[in-house]
């Protein structure tokens, strides 16, 4: 009866095991989010994008922020990352090539996701926690009123709308970082730091983050039409927001058919991407860290084997039970340089990221 009863908890120890390792494995450590939002720029001025701009990546996806048929791209569904990532008519953004560049630079394990709501010509009061929906209800009968009809493909709310899918995305990956890009309608705005602090403080709270491990990336605007010195202002936020980082505009073009002269070129939103995507790669390192009880998944008799960020094996160790593992992820940190590392069961295949020494 003894030996019976033995069993039965083995067995129920085990099953449990089995539905924590099932319940964690629906959330992708390696499936990187990242939340876009801003103005028109970020939406995307220039229609007049290549073929190349257009060809799908398997590692790059957006999350429908609205459906759009001509791109097979369902409301609230993720869809291959294919410009325009906004709203059906909008053009090529900074977070094209963002996206594209972070998938280049990283382990093919690793796959990116954009969250994306902008709004042409808003000023930041329009993404306010509380009053932005306030905001765009006061221009329906405006000369603006576009903003007002923008929003409603939002719900009529920006900002509940992003954190409404930045927590759809977190059913399936991890938010690593969130990029701005707005300023041309605060232009000369010295309040406008605190602004941006207000909306990003608002969404690391609704969406349980951390500010230390999901940084701010905000983009200069076109230097050539600069209002009232808006960059030098942008260029500031880090004072307000220290865990914010300031992308520079320097030497993009703007597009040959906009008569405001603030909107860039395709080439522009090109190189200005990939300027996001360089700073994000130096801080990703830092952004990363480990929440030990993920590590549950791997309490069982195993081998395990350590790689490193390019995918090359730098060690092995056995372990038993939490303790042994507790001993051997030790033992294994002693022995690498700082970096991020990749820990992989051999028995079952499970996989989660180490950070050594960061």
Known sequence: MRSQMLNVRRFTALFGLAFVSQALSQVDPDFHIYLAFGQSNMEGYAKDFGANDKVSLPRFKVLGATTCSDLQRAKDQWSPGIAPLFR????LSPADYFARTLVDSLPSTIKIGIVPVAIAGTPIEGFNPTRGKAFYDAKKNAQDSWMYQIAQEYGGDPYARLVALGKLAQKTGVIKGIILHQGESNGGDKNWPPKVDTVYSGLIKDLGLTKSQVPLLAGEIVTTTNPNDMNSIIRALPKTVS?????????????????????FSAASYREFGKRYAQQMLKLLPKSVSINPSKFVAFMVDANFVVYNFDGTRVGTFHATDAASLENGLSGIRSTLPRG???VKNATTG????LVNGI
């Open 340 to 342: 991020i590392y990749w």
């Open 88 to 91: 059906c008519n909008t053009g």
């Open 243 to 263: 865990t914010s980082y300031v992308i520079s505009s320097s030497g993009l073009a703007t597009h040959a058919n906009d008569g405001t002269k603030q909107h």
């Open 350 to 353: 499970a996989t989660q990221r």
